[in-house]
């Protein structure tokens, strides 16, 4: 950052990155001057490098902008540490980013106050991400993921292809509303403009998002948030197999043992829940059904075609007990 910045035009440079378009006279009265103070001091932002997009007149407004070159950026301390920790634990569901990552954490912690590069430290050592065998999958890729959180953020259009998990793809037209990681893969919450209905984009599965320039007025989510929406929706989306049981614990033992999505979960009283699991493949189900005991056969229903998966798996288990029988401690 020049030296020579005046306090102001720091102010000047902070508005212009937690917001997309600024009025002048907004500009104005955010920093106490006159719209004439607010041009010239936009002026030099752009002579040190800062893209500042603007119309003319009262009623003008004014951007910061991506150009040929990043310019220096302000972050208060939270946001740093912030930064710090997330490029630290930045290596699941984004193609590509592990190095990326590293270079970048390398540049800010070089830069970073003391007391601030023993918070991230701190936080580092006491939470360490555990990488776990149903966090690998589809990856994203971060420069899609940067264009559609803008367009979150600003309430832009964005245009880009979609390609079905039948292969299919084509154009769409969405007012994005939120990204949504459900480990490992990034879900766009998304007003389809054609299809005039809310929608759930796999970020792996769009390409070439770009925006278009026009912003519109946020819409109601139907649902008390995006995570919610996405939990819902994966919830309800059809499968091959199914299976349904009333289990003999309480819901949140039952979603904490199956790694359940909310809605697939529900209480019948303090220690019975059903549970409906859905999967195309069905040893995903078979291994959610093993940290659980499940209730009278009665209430266990599905799809036939399952059966012959859980025996397989229930047989292995049991060639391995037997194992551990003859050939343990006293066992031979």
Same mark, same amino acid.
């Given at each position: 950052m020049p030296q020579d910045l005046p306090a102001r035009m720091l102010r000047l440079l902070s508005l212009f990155q937690t917001r997309r378009t600024w009025t002048g006279d907004e500009l104005a009265d955010r920093l106490g001057v006159t719209l004439r103070t607010i041009r010239r001091d936009i002026d030099r932002l752009r002579?040190?490098?800062?893209?500042?997009?603007?119309?003319?007149?009262?009623?003008?407004?004014? !951007?910061?902008?991506?150009?040929?070159?990043?310019?220096?950026?302000?972050?208060?301390?939270?946001?740093?540490?912030?930064?710090?920790?997330?490029? !630290?634990?930045?290596?699941?569901?984004?193609?590509?980013?592990?190095?990326?990552?590293? !270079?970048?954490?390398?540049?800010?912690?070089?830069?970073?106050?003391?007391?601030?590069?023993?918070?991230?430290s701190t936080i580092q050592a006491t939470a360490a991400p555990l990488p776990v065998p149903w966090s690998t999958g589809p990856t994203a890729d971060p420069s899609a993921l940067a264009t559609l959180a803008a367009a979150c953020r600003d309430h832009e259009i964005v245009t880009f292809t979609y390609r079905r998990g039948s292969g299919e793809a084509g154009p769409r037209r969405v007012e994005p509303h939120a990204l949504v990681a459900a480990?490992?893969?990034?879900?766009?919450?998304?007003?389809?403009?054609?299809?005039?209905?809310? !929608?759930?984009?796999?970020?792996?599965?769009?390409?070439?998002?770009?925006?278009?320039?026009?912003?519109?007025?946020?819409?109601?989510?139907?649902?008390?948030?995006?995570?919610?929406?996405?939990a819902e929706r994966l919830a309800a989306a059809p499968a091959r197999y199914t299976f349904h049981a009333t289990v003999p614990a309480d819901a949140n033992t039952v979603r904490a043992r199956t790694w359940s999505l909310p809605g697939r979960v529900r209480p019948v009283d303090d220690r019975t829940s059903t549970l409906d699991l859905a999967a195309d493949n069905p040893h995903h189900i078979a291994e959610q059904l093993l940290g659980i005991d499940l209730g009278p056969d009665e209430s266990i229903e599905g799809s036939p075609e399952l059966a012959a998966h859980l025996e397989q798996l229930g047989n292995r288990l049991l060639r391995a007990a037997r194992a551990l029988e003859r050939n343990g401690p006293g066992g031979r």
């Open positions: 002579t040190l490098g800062y893209p500042v997009e603007g119309t003319t007149g009262t009623a003008g407004g004014y !951007r910061l902008t991506s150009g040929a070159a990043l310019p220096p950026l302000l972050l208060d301390d939270e946001e740093a540490v912030a930064i710090a920790v997330a490029l !630290r634990t930045a290596t699941r569901g984004v193609a590509g980013i592990e190095e990326t990552a590293v !270079r970048a954490l390398a540049k800010l912690e070089q830069v970073l106050p003391v007391r601030l590069r023993h918070q991230v480990e490992p893969v990034w879900y766009l919450v998304a007003y389809d403009v054609e299809s005039d209905e809310w !929608r759930l984009f796999r970020v792996d599965r769009l390409t070439d998002p770009t925006p278009t320039g026009h912003r519109v007025a946020p819409r109601a989510l139907p649902a008390p948030d995006a995570a919610a929406y996405v």
